[in-house]
């Protein structure tokens, strides 16, 4: 699925949960907002293992953008200096999808329930809401379940099982751009 169905249906997790614990824009709107950033990070992560996807040029890390970002002629020196960063964790990341599979490693279980206790971990080291932990780990899970609509499905259960996790049989299944992904994200 595309970045911008991953993100919609994340963010309206969180903020259907956000809803059901009584969090309101109106009475707690930084808990909200901040809950359904989570959701949304949580929802885009997954694909931070392709070049140039929502998550990472959203924060200029796409191969692309990072690289027009570097040979700019209008920059002052600090301005330079973030883009060099920035150039030099986009090209690891490159470096990582090329090792990694698209849709390898991020789209376990795995991989998921580790994240969900780290981020658990950090904000409570932080001290900062649990629920936005939770939030995380469900736009997390929203967008592995999204990814098993399609034909290709995820390796869900990896490494224990080889097997791809696919929700729908393949002539059901969600090509990604699509009108059927469109309507997926509708009735999600």
């Known amino acids: ?17 956000l809803l059901a614990a009584g969090v309101t824009p109106a009475a707690q709107p930084a808990l909200f907002a901040g809950g359904l950033l989570a959701g949304g990070v949580g929802a885009l992560l997954p694909d931070i293992d392709s070049p140039n996807t929502r998550i ?26 973030l883009n060099i960063v920035r150039y030099v964790i986009a090209r690891i ?63 869900f259960f990896a490494p224990f099982h080889r097997g791809r996790l696919r929700l729908l049989p393949r002539r059901l299944a969600v090509r990604t751009g699509s009108g059927r992904e469109q309507l997926a994200v509708y009735l999600l």
């Open 1 to 17: 699925m595309l970045g911008k169905s991953h993100l919609l249906i994340g963010t309206a997790a969180a903020g259907t949960l």
């Open 56 to 81: 990472r040029t959203s924060v200029g890390l796409g191969s692309r953008q990072a690289g027009r970002n570097l040979r700019r002629r209008d920059q002052d020196l600090v301005e330079k200096g």
């Open 93 to 155: 990341l490159d470096i990582v999808a090329g090792l990694l599979p698209h849709r390898g490693l991020t789209h376990w279980a795995v991989t998921w329930l580790g994240l969900t206790l780290v981020s658990q971990a950090v904000l409570s080291q932080q001290e900062l809401p649990a629920l936005y932990g939770w939030l995380f780990s469900l736009g997390y899970g929203s967008h592995l379940a999204a990814d098993s609509l399609t034909p290709a499905g995820i390796p």
